[in-house]
């Protein structure tokens, strides 16, 4: 590509961008149209910038039904089929949407699932095993955080910690070989409080899996490592960071002294890692909750100390994001919003000086404040919600061995939250079998106000694509369906 075809690319693919200059990217489109496409003059001058509209509608509202966006086009249905043939002939516009500021929706949601069939297997209630499952073998969690659905108080019976996770090692041992992204471990409760999840650990990397357990590293002490040994089988440990101090993490999780405690379990972790050689990766996630959005220097200091603990070892990844539950008490204020963003830039300053090596995530609410805007936000409400779910690409499997349809339903004793129940494994009763039941009983689930909070941003994403897939096929662009694909 020479100087002059790259700059042309570059106003195409920044076009979803704020601010971008939409001007030079349909100037510059239009001479592609001619070069590459083959049309004529006067043609690419037609068309091009409704194609440009088109990848800044998709670059920054990914579930953007095609009948609304012909609509904000203005164009019949030949003219808009033909602008969607012309979009798939010209990369720079595919790239556009992908790097624009709901590019991680495209990137690390759907296209990912489209490409492993596994939506399309959604859309047509096949009776598929699942493209993703999660472990959730909890027993019990040492925090209560105020925004947590689970139930104060609830457990699971210090009796099923044998038998339960038996079942989720039959679970390990139904996941398909060609994907090792199959599983992670999680909650529901803080998987660390089953005494036995090193042996998951374990068996699923035997079967090649990169296993992630999510955690609250409040027991990733000592003493649990030299008891579990195989959870240096994991991928990778990712932490959920609470606030950066005792009081924050009191205030947020309701223990005392639970901040230095993690501190000092992330600083032995690292430590032993870096003796071992081992290859697990170390992370964490850290969610800007109301009153916190000035932390996020403080985050860095934290990391760079912790990374004093092992110099050759720092922590590997970070991932920021907001709270976009849509619950009241998870909103930042307009005021905090804008000082959320305009320290983001200094984070990341300070990030790179002091943590060079470290990874960094943003979501999709914060990457789209990153470049200047107020994301627009997926708001699955119940009424949107799809009775069937989409086992075909995710279900969670507690220690009773019940099967969840969402992420956040798996806690035992929720109200409401056994109707996400697809069925039960068991000694004689694989998962493959609930699932392929589910599918086949065609058992739709009525939501109810309120539902919308057993998913996490994962089922939102997932069920705002279904829902788009299903319109799109319904408005008769079945094979257009999606737009990106
Ligand atoms: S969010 Fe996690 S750590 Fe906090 S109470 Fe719920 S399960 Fe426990």
Redesign the pocket.
Known sequence: MGPRTSALSSSITTCTRPHADLTAATDDLRHRLTAVVGLTEPDAATVAAPLVRLAVIFGNRPFTLLEQARDELRVDRPAFRRLLDIFSQVPELRTAVESGPAGKYWRNTVLPLERRCAVEAALRHEPVFPRIVGLYPGLT?M???HF?V?VTGARYEASLLDSGTALLASVIDELPRDNPDATYLS?G??PLTNPKVGTLASRAAARGQRVTIYT?AFALTDQTLRHQPGLWDLHAVRV?LYGLDDEEYEAT?GKRKAFERVRANLRHFQKLRAERGSPVRLGMTYLVLPGRAARLLDLVDFIADLNEAAPDRPIDFLNVREDYSSRPDGALSPDERAELRDSLGRFEARALDRAPTLSIDFGYALESMRMGMDAEMIRIRPETMRPSAHPQIAVQVDLRGDVYLYREAGFPDLAGADRYIAGRIGPDTSLAEVVRNFVASGRRIAAQPGDEYFMDGFDQAVTARLNQLTTDRADGWGDARGFLR
Do not use: D, I, K
Request: hydrophobic content about 15%.
């Open positions: 969690c925090f209560r955080c947590c689970r909650g409760l803080e609250n959920s999780t």
